[in-house]
Nanobody, 126 residues
């Protein structure tokens, strides 16, 4: 059974940094596409970043490009989201998701991912 568990969320000041983790069991991250999404209250779930099976194929949402970095530790079977220079608009619940057979044109669509973690809250506030 596939299980994804996010951690690392919390309260951070504007301009600060946070690193989220997504640990997996039942699936090998090096054999699947893994993505981060976020959802603020009353808003749709938005694409943040994704990494294909090949760690060299990485994609970012426009609002986080240059500030957030997705990475993977194959030995720990964990995907990370390094969040730098966070802003109040980054406040949301962050989810990781995976789909081993997603096509590139669908990589930003949350409805194309079948496995989700429970989410971790990130709050950016002074």
């Amino acid at each position: 059974q596939v299980q994804l568990v996010e951690s690392g969320g919390g309260l951070v000041q504007p301009g600060g940094a946070l690193r989220l983790s997504c640990a997996a069991s039942g699936i090998n991250f090096s054999r699947t596409t893994t993505a981060w999404f976020r959802q603020a209250p009353g808003k749709e779930r938005d694409f943040v970043a994704a990494m294909r099976q090949s760690a060299s194929h990485i994609y970012y949402g426009d609002s986080v490009k240059g500030r957030f970095t997705i990475s993977r530790d194959n030995a720990k079977n964990t995907v990370y989201l390094q969040m730098n220079n966070v802003q109040p608009e980054d406040t949301a619940v962050y989810y990781c998701a995976t789909n081993p057979s997603i096509i590139l044109s669908s990589i930003r669509r949350p409805d194309q991912y079948h496995r989700w973690g429970q989410g971790t809250q990130v709050t950016v506030s002074s």
